[in-house]
């Protein structure tokens, strides 16, 4: 994420510096960068991939960090890691601090950034390079100023910045889309993975199924999500994963979880599966609950939901369509 992120911004003209603890993991950053950009001039003339990579430099030293305007933290997620990092730069740095984070709280994290009016979620999705979508995340502390000026950044990155008014966990996109994978985890029972994924692809449109989009993702990140969903009193309940994990099925990343992924990519040859009216209810409440609290509005909430989740309707239109 963190190079992905970086190379976002060197195409868009602005200098950047990747930090990393290991020189390996820098090494690696800029071979992927150049890889991505060379992949992109394929389809895109026009990109010079020599001037962008002129525009990055690497660093193993946060002190180099102290003249940036915008610093982005996107280490895994474990709090005290990112604790560590943020109170590091913010002692350095007196500008924006952003964190990637998809799930932990950004009230929770300004703890340990020296003055928290500056510091805010940045949510890239994943590959920052090809999806259009960033959460710009406001903490309780978070200032007008900062929070206005990161949806800016966004918007100069030619980014849609989707503003998170009220800092609630999961945020919008991953909030609903958390309601979805709990009632789609709700259905096993009942139902078989490949049929919950018939109705998620051909009745709602998503690019790939809910369940074979935990597989994807990793049923031990998932996992821990849910449990750190819990402990801030959002029912992400599906008991099964635990198990799962357990056995050290993991999905995509151990070649098996709900499917095979031993010979690639998973195909979904059901027919039919559960009623699409009750696997999305729950979904479009979480939406409309959001735009209730003033944590986004109806537009943007829509909009987000279709870039983050690939999907050609928003969760409100699938509500209607299906009469809701």
Same mark, same amino acid.
């Given at each position: 994420?963190?190079?992905?992120? %970086?190379?976002? /911004?060197?195409?868009?003209?602005?200098?950047?510096?990747?930090?990393?603890?290991?020189?390996?993991?820098?090494?690696?950053?800029?071979?992927?960068?150049?890889?991505?950009?060379?992949?992109?001039?394929?389809?895109?003339?026009?990109?010079?991939?020599?001037?962008?990579?002129?525009?990055? #430099?690497?660093?193993?030293?946060?002190?180099?960090?102290?003249?940036?305007?915008?610093?982005?933290?996107?280490?895994?997620?474990?709090?005290?890691?990112?604790?560590?990092?943020?109170? *590091?730069?913010?002692?350095?740095?007196?500008?924006?601090?952003?964190?990637?984070?998809?799930?932990?709280?950004?009230?929770?994290?300004? @703890?340990? $950034? +020296?003055?928290?009016?500056? !510091?805010?979620?940045?949510?890239?999705?994943?590959?920052?390079?090809?999806?259009?979508?960033?959460?710009?995340?406001? %903490?309780?502390?978070?200032?007008?100023?900062?929070?206005?000026?990161?949806?800016?950044?966004?918007?100069?990155?030619?980014?849609?910045?989707?503003?998170?008014?009220?800092?609630? /966990?999961?945020?919008?996109?991953?909030?609903?889309?958390?309601?979805?994978?709990?009632?789609?985890?709700?259905?096993?029972?009942?139902?078989?993975?490949?049929?919950?994924?018939?109705?998620?692809?051909?009745?709602?449109?998503?690019?790939?199924?809910?369940?074979?989009?935990?597989?994807?993702?990793?049923?031990?990140?998932?996992?821990?999500?849910? *449990?750190?969903?819990?402990? +801030? %009193?959002?029912? !992400?309940?599906?008991?099964?994963?635990?198990?799962? $994990?357990?056995?050290? @099925?993991?999905?995509?990343? #151990?070649?098996?979880?709900?499917?095979?992924?031993?010979?690639?990519?998973?195909?979904?040859?059901?027919? +039919?599966?559960?009623?699409? *009216?009750?696997?999305?209810?729950?979904? $479009?409440?979480?939406?409309?609950?959001?735009?209730?609290?003033?944590?986004?509005?109806?537009?943007?909430?829509?909009?987000?939901?279709?870039?983050?989740?690939?999907?050609?309707?928003?969760?409100?239109?699938? %509500? @209607?369509?299906?009469?809701?």
């Amino acid at each position: 994420m963190g190079s992905g992120i %970086g190379q976002v /911004f060197a195409m868009r003209g602005y200098d950047v510096t990747l930090f990393d603890i290991k020189e390996e993991a820098l090494r690696r950053a800029i071979e992927n960068i150049k890889w991505s950009l060379n992949k992109l001039k394929e389809k895109d003339s026009t990109i010079d991939v020599d001037e962008v990579m002129k525009r990055i #430099s690497v660093s193993t030293s946060l002190v180099d960090s102290a003249d940036s305007y915008l610093v982005i933290e996107a280490v895994f997620e474990d709090i005290n890691v990112k604790a560590d990092v943020l109170m *590091k730069v913010s002692k350095l740095n007196d500008s924006i601090i952003a964190s990637n984070t998809s799930s932990l709280p950004i009230s929770e994290l300004s @703890k340990y $950034v +020296r003055e928290p009016e500056r !510091f805010l979620g940045m949510h890239f999705f994943n590959p920052p390079v090809l999806m259009k979508l960033v959460e710009v995340i406001r %903490g309780d502390h978070t200032s007008d100023r900062w929070f206005n000026q990161a949806i800016e950044l966004v918007r100069s990155i030619n980014k849609f910045p989707l503003p998170v008014r009220k800092d609630v /966990f999961g945020f919008v996109v991953n909030r609903v889309l958390f309601k979805l994978f709990i009632s789609a985890c709700s259905m096993l029972s009942n139902f078989t993975p490949e049929e919950i994924d018939y109705v998620a692809m051909n009745e709602l449109g998503m690019p790939l199924g809910l369940i074979m989009l935990l597989d994807y993702t990793g049923l031990d990140v998932n996992y821990d999500i849910s *449990k750190e969903a819990l402990k +801030r %009193g959002f029912d !992400f309940n599906c008991p099964v994963l635990a198990e799962m $994990v357990k056995q050290g @099925k993991l999905g995509r990343k #151990s070649g098996k979880g709900f499917y095979d992924w031993s010979k690639g990519k998973p195909e979904v040859r059901a027919n +039919r599966g559960p009623d699409p *009216k009750i696997l999305i209810k729950d979904a $479009v409440e979480e939406a409309r609950w959001l735009i209730s609290q003033g944590v986004v509005n109806e537009n943007e909430l829509e909009t987000g939901i279709k870039l983050g989740l690939g999907l050609h309707n928003g969760i409100l239109e699938l %509500g @209607k369509k299906f009469g809701l």
